[in-house]
Each structure stands twice: as C-alpha cells, then as structure tokens.
C-alpha cells in the first residue's frame, strides 16, 4: 500500500479529480488554488510525490502530473480545505460572508543571457544580460516583451522558447505564435501558455530565439521562485549588465 501522509493525500485527491473530470491533469497555480496555500508550497509538495514515487510529470511539459497510485487506493476529493470558524457569541447574528482570501502569487525571477546575434566587435566577450521578474498567471507572450524592451529593441519579429533537453533544441517543446501552417506538430502558443503552466523549478534553463532572420538567441535562467507583491506592476526588469547592442548593425 503507497505511504503518503493525510496532506499528501489531499493532494494525490485533487489532481486525481481534476484528471478524471477535464481530461488532462491540473497546473500548480490551479492546485495552489484548490489547496488555499501559495505555488512554491505546491511546488515543493509536488516535488516531494515525485521523490517517494506517487507521481510522475514530464520536465518542460504543462499538465503533465500523472498520478501512481491506484484508484482504490487515492482518498476522495471533498473540496477546498475549509478554515476553522471561531465559536460566535451568543445572540451575535451571522449575516456576514467573507470571501476566501486568494492565494499568494508566484514570482519568477529570470536571467535573460545574450548569447549570439549580428552584433558589432565591442559587443565581443562580453557579458550582456537582464534579469526580469514576472508573474505565474502571466505568459510567455508578455515574458518575450519583456526582454524585447529590457533589450532596447524596437522592431518586432518572430520568436521561440525552446524548452527541450538542451536550451536551443528544435525539437522542443517549444512555444511561440502558431502559424497556419504550422513547421511541426507540438508546437505550443506563447500567448496562452504562462509560467505556472510550464512546471519551472529554480535552476530551469530554456532556450530564447528571437528574429528567425538575424538570430538573436538567449538564454534564460530561472534563478528562484517567490511570492509576487500585490502593489506591484510585472513583468519588470530588476538589474541590467552590459549595454543593449543595437537592433541592426547601421544603427
């Protein structure tokens, strides 16, 4: 019989539901939710099943937790874990509703290298890089703005994120704006796919390809995951090394 404590089994519960009832298994923002607690706790707890063998997940691909353990052998999902109410007063009327708080959003916190692009001589060995905080629920569209404008660019081409074995691998999977015919099937769409969809843990290192024409490639670097502050606005570019090299060369 699979050992998992009563907080492991709510867990192994909720993606065993989800599964059942969508098709496809949850993403972490989305077992964050159901669990009332933040997406680093999910995704440390997450990594934890995966270390005692009650799950498996592909590295790189969204919604791809699959539950081990039997069906007989799962607890039954019975909802949102509720928080325990204080005994009211005598006579104090009950009127009021108040709505659960929403869970802590997660922070990544990204290094943006520039590695090659049709750049000048003063530009040579030297260290060109960004690093960018934006949020889970945001996507890898607004991820690519943002390096777009840490980068001073001002011409918009096409683009990739490749998140394959290696940084740079065409085989992917690999994710940007579908065309209609599109080069190869598993191709996903940057404007819907976000960050917590994508199973990132610190030390995740993932390819950027920027203009197909001049090639422009980067790499990017997941330094950590944190809790991202309500009052503030992201994505949002928190250090920069190295001057942006222009665009285009006549620049």
Not at 63 to 84: H, L, Y
Not at 87 to 96: D, G, I, L
Request: aromatic share 10%; proline share 11%; with cysteine.
């Amino acid at each position: 019989m699979p050992d998992f404590t009563p907080t492991q089994g709510r867990y192994l519960a909720f993606i065993h539901a989800y599964t059942n009832l969508h098709g496809y298994a949850p993403a972490e923002s989305e077992i964050a939710a159901a669990m009332c607690v933040s997406p680093p706790s999910v995704n440390q707890m997450v990594k934890v099943l995966e270390k005692k063998g009650l799950i498996d997940r592909q590295p790189g691909q969204p919604r791809s937790i699959q539950v081990r353990v039997p069906d007989d052998e799962i607890p039954p999902w019975s909802g949102r874990k509720q928080a325990r109410s204080p005994a009211r007063p005598v006579n104090q009327p009950s009127h009021v509703a108040v709505a659960p708080a929403a869970p802590p959003m997660s922070l990544y916190v990204v290094s943006v290298f520039l590695l090659s692009g049709p750049t000048s001589k003063k530009f040579a060995n030297k260290e060109i890089s960004r690093v960018i905080e934006i949020r889970g629920d945001q996507t890898l569209e607004e991820l690519h703005h943002a390096i777009f404008k840490a980068y001073d660019r001002s011409d918009e081409h096409l683009y990739e994120f490749q998140f394959g074995k290696r940084p740079f691998d065409p085989d992917g999977p690999n994710y940007g704006v579908p065309s209609p015919r599109p080069r190869k099937k598993g191709n996903g769409d940057a404007r819907t796919t976000k960050l917590d969809d994508l199973d990132l843990n610190p030390g995740r290192v993932f390819g950027y390809w920027f203009d197909f024409g001049d090639d422009w490639y980067h790499q990017v670097q997941v330094d950590r995951i944190e809790q991202a502050i309500p009052t503030v606005t992201y994505p949002r570019v928190i250090r920069r090394v190295g001057k942006s090299p222009p665009q285009y060369c006549e620049e």
